[in-house]
């Protein structure tokens, strides 16, 4: 099926011959597998959160459209970041409560970030997994004490010979179920203190919760029930002495402040692309 785009008639939008037909298989595999399903996905999921359509994230990987711009060398697609806003623009348009929309999004531009601060060995053991749907890769950022205020951020990471310890509360995380019930598992782009107060004692971690279907000792997930946005979870987690080993620092220490900045503004391209998918749902 073929669906006709319309902007807004000032706007200009080109796209290269590849990126246009990209933008039809998504279109195509979109409607054909996610538009007829995500009323049902919407309806399961708000009575049970843990609905996760493990089914749709399979194909959605299958479909090459996890992880698009992360290197082939990491098991990556090797694409694009303008393919990854058409694939999530295209998902949203076919998904008007955005669950599997902003589940791809979050799968293609934290672990692009990751790929981009992160030590190798780590893009190459969690990528291949989120481009093959075995595992979620997102981001931890928001506390309860609140989201905007990053430099305010309490999570404690302390190192302590070869591991950090982790203590401390994220809440209103995308991904908390979803992180559980896939096969491999996986986590987040975190952020927690390693230094003094403010946004220069912060650091990036590749925290994953859960790693070749084990979770780790010490963290404590709690899932919400939202009002919206039903197919992907959100929930907050606590962390007891959750000790990771050092390796998953991303970057610098008490330089994560600077790489999850630069993370959001990848970010805030595709949650963009998939507003626009959303919108176009309803001309
Ligand atoms: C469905 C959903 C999924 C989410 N997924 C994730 C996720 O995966 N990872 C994650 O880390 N977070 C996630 N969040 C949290 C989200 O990023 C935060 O809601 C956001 O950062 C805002 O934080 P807050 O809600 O605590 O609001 P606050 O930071 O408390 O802000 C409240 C209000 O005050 C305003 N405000 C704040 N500071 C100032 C200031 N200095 N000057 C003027 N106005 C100000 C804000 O604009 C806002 O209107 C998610 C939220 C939702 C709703």
Redesign the pocket.
């Known amino acids: 099926m073929s669906v006709p785009i319309s902007y807004p008639k000032d706007t200009v939008v080109s796209f290269t011959k590849d990126e246009i037909m990209f933008r039809e298989s998504v279109r195509e595999f979109a409607q054909k597998h996610i538009a007829p399903k995500w009323i049902e996905v919407d309806e399961e999921a708000s009575k049970d959160p843990m609905k996760i359509p493990l089914d749709l994230i399979k194909k959605i990987a299958d479909q090459g459209l996890l992880c698009i711009p992360c290197s082939d060398k990491y098991g990556g697609q090797g694409g694009t970041y303008t393919m990854a806003t058409i694939a999530v623009e295209e998902l949203a348009y076919a998904d008007p409560a955005v669950a599997l929309a902003v589940y791809t999004l979050?799968n293609n531009g934290w672990p692009f970030a990751l790929q981009l601060f992160g030590r190798e060995e780590i893009s190459q053991e969690v990528i291949p997994r989120v481009s093959k749907g075995e595992a979620f890769f997102?981001?931890?950022?928001?506390e309860p004490q609140?989201?905007?205020?990053v430099a305010g951020i309490r999570m404690t990471a302390k190192k302590i010979n070869n591991v950090y310890v982790f203590n401390g509360e994220?809440a209103?995380?995308?991904?908390v179920g979803e992180v559980q019930v896939l096969p491999w598992g996986g986590g987040w782009f975190l952020i927690a203190r390693t230094g003094e107060a403010g946004h220069r004692g912060l650091s990036a971690f590749a925290f994953l919760a859960k790693k070749n279907g084990v979770i780790g000792k010490g963290w404590y997930p709690t899932i919400y029930h939202?009002i919206g946005?039903h197919g992907l979870t959100?929930g907050g987690f606590k962390c007891e002495n959750f000790e990771l080993d050092k390796d998953y620092l991303i970057g610098e220490e008490n330089k994560g402040f600077y790489y999850v900045m630069e993370g959001f503004n990848l970010a805030r391209i595709l949650v963009a692309a998939a507003t626009v998918g959303g919108a176009r749902w309803v001309t």
């Open positions: 979050l997102g981001i931890a950022s928001t609140g989201g905007s205020d994220k209103y995380i995308s991904g939202d946005r959100t």
